[in-house]
């Protein structure tokens, strides 16, 4: 089946500083995706993707999706304690009610 | 903010038994999906239905599993027979349109004894 390659799989960093964290794959996707999850919880999106090369920001959050479509990532600016969980990104390679294809997840945990 | 429900947020039954999973998604969306996440892995995709019809599965979704929207609100997963590796969360996720951005509910945890 159709990979995502995530990385790094865990981060350990401050309060305050800067992270990130990427997805890859072999094939071209139509969207990408970017959702935290904490634990016990569903995925909570934070920030979607729909154009090769479209840059967009949340917050403090800023994503890209890659002018090959089989890339994306996302930037964490000044990092909070509450930060803290996983991070997926998710593909979709077709366009009328077709599947997520997740990464594995980026582990998040900063200490303040 | 309107927001997928999902029912109940915990479940323990039997290897053997049928469970049924209920979600109810957001009011104007029309595509709905199941997931599935075993304890420490990645989210994985089951079913996708769109019009009263399965439009997409995975292999996971074999004869076990079932959906349906009953009453025009509801939509659920059946798991006819259960496996012990059945246990996981199992999320149910709707977008408005297909190739939308899905929105997820908090999950059902499944245990299977």
């Known amino acids: 089946g159709q990979q995502l390659n995530q990385s790094p799989q865990s981060m350990f960093i401050q309060e305050g500083e800067d992270v990130s964290m990427n997805c890859t794959s072999s094939s071209i996707f139509n969207t990408w995706l970017w959702y935290k999850q904490d634990p016990g919880e569903g995925p909570v999106l934070l920030i979607a993707?729909?154009?090769?090369?479209e840059l967009t920001s949340n917050g403090r959050l800023t994503a890209q999706f890659g002018i090959t479509r089989k890339d994306s990532f996302l930037n964490i600016s000044a990092s909070i304690p509450s930060d803290v969980g996983i991070y997926f990104c998710a593909g979709q390679l077709g366009q009328a009610g077709t599947a997520l294809i997740f990464g594995k997840g980026t582990t998040l945990s900063v200490s303040s | 903010e309107p927001e997928v429900t999902q029912t109940p947020s915990h479940q323990v039954t039997q290897m053997g038994q049928e469970v049924i999973l209920r979600c109810v998604p957001i009011?104007?969306?029309?595509?709905f999906y199941w997931y599935r996440q075993i304890l420490g892995q990645k989210v994985e995709f089951l079913v996708s239905f769109y019009n009263n019809e399965i439009s997409e599965k995975s292999e996971i979704f074999d004869d076990q599993f079932s959906v349906e929207r009953p009453d025009g609100s509801n939509f659920t997963l059946k798991i006819r027979s259960t496996k012990l590796e059945d246990s996981a969360m199992y999320f149910c996720?709707?977008?408005?349109?297909?190739?939308?951005?899905?929105?997820f509910g908090p999950g059902t945890r499944l245990l299977v004894l």
């Open positions: 996720a709707t977008s408005r349109w297909g190739g939308e951005t899905q929105y």
């Open positions: 993707l729909y154009k090769a090369g």
């Open positions: 009011s104007n969306h029309l595509y």
